[in-house]
Nanobody, 116 residues
Framework: VQLVESGGGLVQPGGSLRLSCAASGFTFSRYNMNWYRQAPGKARELVARITTTGGSTYYADSVKGRFTGSRDNTKNTVHLQMNDLKPEDTAVYYC??????????WGQGTQVTVSS
């Protein structure tokens, strides 16, 4: 099983980034896909959840209206479009695959730094 994130980097406040996560080794379409983040000294927090068909999503209040999650079940990929980035969005972002009563999988994380 592999979840490989990409797309992180350094961006100025107000800028945008698009994170991607490529999945392999499990039945991607059966899993809810989540994006978490962890800032230095803080607990890991759920940022966005994209359900199996992508028809329903959850967003943390802090990112609503700025972040958009999507998935492509034909390519086993999930994305997080992040707009109007703020310094407080600085964190390591992790891709997560979760399904009730099944194994849970994590990516290695990608660093997002928002700074002028």
């Amino acid at each position: 099983v592999q979840l490989v994130e990409s797309g992180g980097g350094l961006v100025q406040p107000g800028g945008s980034l698009r994170l991607s996560c490529a999945a392999s080794g499990f039945t991607f379409s059966r899993y809810n896909m989540n994006w978490y983040r962890q800032a230095p000294g803080k607990a890991r927090e759920l940022v966005a959840r994209i359900t199996t068909t992508g028809g329903s999503t959850y967003y943390a209040d802090s990112v609503k209206g700025r972040f958009t999650g999507s998935r492509d079940n034909t390519k086993n990929t999930v994305h997080l479009q992040m707009n109007d980035l703020k310094p407080e969005d600085t964190a390591v972002y992790y891709c997560n695959a979760w399904r009730w009563n099944e194994s849970e999988y994590w990516g290695q994380g990608t660093q997002v730094t928002v700074s002028s």
